[in-house]
């Protein structure tokens, strides 16, 4: 397979620490310190940390500050927004669209951040028995890889979500089981790359287990441009949550910003407002993570910083 | 060559082996077997009819029989019968295949030619205008979700500027056949594939954007330009060409997505294909069928990525056969 195609920008570099001959003699940082550094350094990524602390802050203050029940039919169905008793408008049977967008995140949210970190740890797991291991492990768990790569995700995740009842716990591990190809071959290249490496066979003569070098010795420094597929693993799944909600195979007793745009679809030409919003949200929250993805991957790859 | 071919082939046909073995666990994972299924949508059924069905259907066989007649039946192309309609699943997909290919096809050809050609002028100036217009457009393309966006050109175009339909391939009143009905469904087109092409205009011109940068800071477009070519020679005849390899493979080994997006655009603009059969079927609880659509578009995805990688072969000798 080429191999180069299918992994991110992110693929290669291990970490670079400014060489100690550089001229003027400058201070030497802990890599760490110096990503943090240019992280905050950069507009779009602290404007996508600000949209994002403000989507969680109003998905995990909001119920309290404006305790209602998002299903709950509070004024005139069709209400336009803007008006007094409904600053967004009602949807099609009455339901207030600002509470609906408020509970609606919530669920939104926990199920992109949970299936995100569920496939991003399938994906690491594998991909680092694959790369440390090579040879047979390596086949057979590419083999396996290979076939979660044909399927197509967004089908099976419904077939797996029809055929066991839709639920939050159903749809998040569909999203998590269909989506962690890509993180198992970005970590088995960088396995691949580390393993012949002098520091790692240091550690094997004098006796390490094979346990302590994948995940203590090579794992911190197989880490940066994991830490960047993740963060755009969690926009990918927020936008899966999304398309299996708005298709009614979320759950139906959580109210969720893909639920909010599938059930007022049929009445989108009398109240735009119930799917532009809900919409709006998810793209403003996606749009963040990436923003914060891509602002990583500079921090942390600056070598593969884009033009 | 014939030995990559051949062992390619046999890949291929272990990947589609290995998800008919899925579905079939699938079915059997799942809580209830079908004649409960088939039951529970009649209105009920007695015990005796119940078992009566469960022989006739082979469900009473152990588990490795089931799964050995099933392989032979789909190695013939059979795929059961659909539960809603009582049709044979082939036909229903056949009848589907058209509609879908259609709008993929178009959506990916216009992402793949506007994109390229942004992502080339682009790269004349890093930093220009059209270049900021790129960024801006990919990560829209990646943060909007496309149903949205599908609906919100519904909004645009049913009430604002009524000039494009946004329901159905063809016209209610449409009398079939002729250059009208190729007008017609065109039409109904537009808005569909426009919608499914936005994400992958986005990736395919920045990457485009990208690997052109990479190439023409290479040493032999420096050679060309101090030959004295002409700047519009050395852009679309050396750079366009390396440039575009990596455009070419992300175009074949992402059609699984392409599908994926298929599905919520047909949705969106009840466009008759296998998408919104897939999602019919979902909400019918009819199983065969979307196995059945499972089965086809994975066979589907296997060949495009084997394509995409004898392809990838062809364009760039520099990759041995393995």
């Given amino acids: 397979m080429n191999m180069t195609a299918t992994l991110p920008a992110a693929a290669a570099a291990p970490r670079v620490r400014p060489p100690p001959e550089a001229p003027k003699a400058p201070k030497v940082e802990h890599p760490t310190v110096e990503a943090m550094r240019m992280f905050l350094r950069n507009p779009s990524?602290?404007?996508?940390?600000?949209?994002?602390?403000?989507?969680?802050?109003?998905?995990?203050?909001?119920?309290?500050?404006?305790?209602?029940?998002?299903?709950?039919?509070?004024?005139?169905?069709?209400?336009?927004?803007?008006?007094?008793?409904?600053?967004?408008?009602?949807?099609?049977?009455?339901?207030?669209?600002?509470?609906?967008?408020?509970?609606?995140?919530?669920?939104t949210l926990l199920v992109g951040a949970v299936a995100a970190l569920l496939s991003v740890l399938i994906g690491i797991t594998l991909g680092a028995f694959s790369g440390y291991y090579g040879g047979?492990?390596?086949?057979?768990?590419?083999?396996?890889?290979?076939?979660?790569?044909?399927?197509?995700?967004?089908?099976?995740?419904?077939?797996?979500?029809?055929?066991?009842?839709?639920?939050?716990v159903t749809v998040t591990l569909a999203i998590g089981i269909v989506s962690w190809t890509g993180t198992a071959r970005l970590t088995r290249a960088e396995y691949m790359k580390y393993r012949g490496m002098e520091f790692v066979r240091a550690e094997r003569a004098?006796?390490?287990?094979?346990?302590?070098?994948?995940?203590?010795?090579?794992?911190?420094?197989?880490?940066?441009?994991?830490?960047?597929?993740?963060?755009?693993?969690?926009?990918?799944?927020?936008?899966?949550?999304?398309?299996?909600?708005f298709l009614g195979l979320g759950d139906p007793n959580q109210m969720s910003w893909g639920l909010m745009i599938g059930s007022?679809?049929?009445?989108?030409?009398?109240?735009?407002?119930?799917?532009?919003?809900?919409?709006?949200?998810?793209?403003?929250?996606?749009?963040?993570?990436?923003?914060?993805?891509?602002?990583?991957?500079?921090?942390?790859?600056?070598?593969?910083r884009e033009r | 060559m014939l030995r990559y071919l051949a062992s390619r082939l046999l890949q291929g046909l272990g990947l589609v082996m290995a998800v008919v073995i899925l579905n079939f666990v699938l079915v059997h994972a799942a809580p209830g077997d079908p004649?409960?299924?088939?039951?529970?949508?009649?209105?009920?059924?007695?015990?005796?009819?119940?078992?009566?069905?469960?022989?006739?259907?082979?469900?009473?066989?152990?588990?490795?029989?089931?799964?050995?007649?099933y392989l032979g039946k789909v190695l013939?192309?059979?795929?059961?019968?659909?539960?809603?309609?009582n049709m044979p699943v082939t036909a229903m997909i056949a009848e589907r295949?058209?509609?879908?290919?259609?709008?993929?096809?178009?959506?990916?050809?216009?992402?793949?030619?506007?994109?390229?050609?942004?992502?080339?002028?682009?790269?004349?100036?890093?930093?220009?205008?059209?270049?900021?217009?790129i960024t801006v457009l990919s990560m829209v393309g990646f943060a909007a979700p496309v149903f949205w966006v599908g609906i919100m050109l519904v909004i645009l175009f049913a009430s604002v500027l009524p000039i494009l339909p946004v329901a159905g391939m063809r016209a209610i009143d449409s009398t079939?056949?002729?250059?009208?009905?190729?007008?017609?469904?065109?039409?109904?087109?537009?808005?569909?594939?426009?919608?499914?092409?936005?994400?992958?205009?986005?990736?395919?011109?920045?990457?485009?954007?990208?690997?052109?940068?990479?190439?023409?800071?290479?040493?032999?477009i420096r050679t060309a330009r101090a030959k004295g070519l002409a700047d519009r020679i050395v852009l679309y005849k050396h750079a366009l060409r390396n440039a575009l390899l990596p455009v070419v493979t992300v175009l074949g080994l992402q059609f699984g997505n392409v599908l994926a997006g298929a599905i919520l655009v047909e949705t969106v603009f009840n466009w008759p294909g296998l998408g919104r059969l897939a999602f019919d079927s979902v909400l019918r609880r009819d199983y065969p069928t979307i196995l059945g659509v499972l089965l086809f578009s994975s066979i589907v995805v296997v060949v495009m990525n084997q394509l995409t990688d004898l392809c990838y072969r062809l364009i760039d000798p520099r990759i041995k056969a393995a």
């Avoid at chain 1, 086949?139 to 009842?165: C, D, H, I, K, N």
């Avoid at chain 1, 994991?226 to 299996?244: K, N, Q, R």
């Fill in chain 1, 206 to 245: 004098i006796g390490a287990r094979d346990a302590r070098i994948i995940w203590k010795v090579i794992l911190p420094n197989a880490l940066p441009p994991l830490v960047v597929s993740a963060t755009l693993a969690v926009g990918a799944a927020i936008l899966f949550e999304a398309g299996l909600s």
């Fill in chain 2, 76 to 85: 013939q192309g059979d795929l059961g019968y659909s539960y809603f309609f």
């Fill in chain 2, 97 to 133: 295949v058209p509609a879908t290919l259609l709008l993929v096809l178009s959506a990916v050809l216009f992402a793949f030619l506007v994109g390229t050609a942004l992502g080339v002028l682009s790269s004349r100036k890093p930093n220009g205008m059209l270049s900021q217009f």
């Fill in chain 1, 136 to 168: 047979r492990v390596d086949g057979a768990l590419m083999r396996v890889t290979e076939f979660f790569q044909v399927l197509p995700a967004l089908l099976f995740a419904m077939v797996v979500v029809t055929l066991f009842s839709p639920s939050l």
């Fill in chain 2, 176 to 220: 079939g056949g002729g250059i009208a009905d190729v007008l017609d469904v065109l039409h109904h087109l537009v808005l569909p594939a426009l919608t499914l092409s936005l994400v992958y205009l986005a990736q395919y011109s920045r990457l485009a954007r990208s690997s052109m940068l990479d190439v023409l800071g290479s040493d032999f």
């Fill in chain 1, 45 to 107: 990524a602290i404007a996508g940390m600000a949209m994002l602390a403000i989507v969680l802050a109003v998905a995990i203050a909001g119920p309290w500050i404006h305790p209602a029940d998002p299903f709950e039919i509070r004024t005139a169905p069709l209400t336009p927004p803007f008006s007094e008793d409904a600053w967004l408008g009602s949807d099609y049977l009455g339901r207030d669209v600002l509470t609906t967008l408020i509970y609606g995140g919530r669920a």
């Fill in chain 2, 35 to 69: 004649v409960e299924t088939i039951a529970g949508a009649s209105g009920g059924m007695s015990p005796e009819l119940m078992a009566q069905l469960r022989t006739q259907y082979g469900l009473d066989r152990p588990l490795p029989v089931q799964l050995g007649v």
């Fill in chain 1, 264 to 304: 007022s679809r049929q009445y989108v030409l009398s109240c735009w407002w119930a799917v532009a919003f809900p919409g709006a949200a998810i793209f403003v929250t996606v749009l963040a993570v990436s923003l914060i993805g891509d602002g990583l991957n500079d921090a942390l790859n600056p070598k593969l």
